[in-house]
């Protein structure tokens, strides 16, 4: 089992930042990637950005993209998702999650990922 922790979420003015942190413990030795998604009201949960473990190769949805960067630290199992430039559509709970395959063309599917945290919300307002 995987346990995973988000943080850093909260209420933020439309064209300002957060930075969330997504902590992993228990049996993260077999990690090859982390992600975050995020789940707008009555949207679908819908992919944000990942990150391969090894390589650090990442990956972005189009929405996101030269507004959000995500990174991590090997050291903590930790990764972060830097938010610039926050839009009112940004509005969502956000997870973190972790996978134990190399990411893919199946990078922004879901079901390829393993665990899940319980998320953390994020609002902007306008």
């Known amino acids: 089992q995987v346990q995973l922790v988000e943080s850093g979420g909260g209420l933020v003015q439309a064209g300002g930042s957060l930075r969330l942190s997504c902590e992993a413990s228990?049996?993260?030795?077999?990690?090859?990637?982390m992600a975050w998604f995020r789940q707008g009201p009555g949207k679908e949960r819908e992919f944000v950005a990942a990150i391969a473990w090894s390589g650090g190769d990442t990956f972005y949805a189009n929405s996101v993209k030269d507004r959000f960067t995500i990174s991590r630290d090997n050291a903590k199992i930790t990764v972060y998702l830097q938010m610039n430039s926050l839009k009112p559509e940004d509005t969502a709970l956000y997870y973190c999650?972790?996978?134990?395959?190399?990411?893919?063309?199946?990078?922004?599917?879901?079901?390829?990922?393993?665990?899940w945290g319980q998320g953390t919300q994020v609002t902007v307002s306008s």
């Open positions: 228990g049996r993260s030795f077999g990690i090859r990637a």
């Open positions: 999650a972790t996978r134990r395959t190399t990411p893919g063309i199946n990078v922004d599917v879901s079901t390829a990922y393993d665990y």
